[in-house]
T-cell receptor, first 117, second 114 residues
Framework: GAVVSQHPSWVICKSGTSVKIECRSL??????MFWYRQFPKQSLMLMAT?????????EQGVEKDKFLINHASLTLSTLTVTSAHPEDSSFYIC?????????????FGEGSRLTVL | DAKTTQPPSMDCAEGRAANLPCNHS???????VYWYRQIHSQGPQYIIH???NNETNEMASLIITEDRKSSTLILPHATLRDTAVYYC???????????????FGQGTILTVHP
């Protein structure tokens, strides 16, 4: 099946610093990728839709200036958490759609666990 | 708005079939039923999807009621590695970017025990 890879798988940073998380589609092109966030013992929440060559669209309540998304190529989307604070500590997961016929499968990355001290 | 309802947790003995129910009484005519699972500290994994006919693949079977208001995911021979959170999601088949904007509920925590 299609593979979506994230890097890093975990990162620890100091409060106030910025962290970049990469999401790559390894064997297919993804014009659209999605970023989710998952807090401990909670479900996944969609943060934003990353569109290749254009601006990302953010879900309500997600600060676009804090969570910068860049989708510069058909195989790479990046999420940068700017001026990270402890409350940004979470599991960040990206995904991409592979369309087959009239339906699609959504493939997820392995996730990136961010801990802000 | 929660579009699906699932029991919060279920147990299953290893080697037995695990039957996970899902209610989606407000499903629209063009919406598919998708199942994903998430093993601890990993990204979700696609399992199966269907519209109205029962579906089977190498991982599981999906049984959808005739009125499409509920479905059951069946893992025929559960193993310890099937312990995970199972999410039932309804979504349009291919609405461009809208497909990927999945709304995850709380899912069912399936625990497979020896």
């Amino acid at each position: 099946g299609a593979v979506v890879s994230q890097h890093p798988s975990w990162v620890i940073c100091k409060s106030g610093t910025s962290v970049k998380i990469e999401c790559r589609s390894l064997d297919f092109q993804a014009t659209t990728m999605f970023w989710y966030r998952q807090f401990p013992k909670q479900s996944l929440m969609l943060m934003a839709t990353s569109n290749e060559g254009s601006k990302a669209t953010y879900e309500q309540g997600v600060e676009k200036d804090k969570f910068l998304i860049n989708h510069a190529s058909l195989t790479l989307s990046t999420l940068t958490v700017t001026s990270a604070h402890p409350e940004d500590s979470s599991f960040y997961i990206c995904s991409a759609v592979v369309r087959t016929g009239g339906t699609g499968e959504l493939f997820f990355g392995e996730g990136s666990r961010l801990t802000v001290l | 708005d929660a579009k699906t309802t699932q029991p919060p947790s279920m147990d299953c003995a290893e080697g037995r079939a695990a039957n996970l129910p899902c209610n989606h009484s407000t499903i629209s005519g063009n919406e598919y039923v998708y199942w994903y699972r998430q093993i601890h500290s990993q990204g979700p994994q696609y399992i199966i999807h269907g519209l109205k006919n029962n579906e089977t693949n190498e991982m599981a079977s999906l049984i959808i009621t005739e009125d499409r208001k509920s479905s059951t995911l069946i893992l025929p021979h559960a193993t310890l590695r099937d312990t995970a959170v199972y999410y039932c999601i309804v979504s349009p088949p291919d609405g461009g970017t809208s497909y990927g904007k999945l709304t995850f509920g709380q899912g069912t925590i399936l625990t497979v025990h020896p």
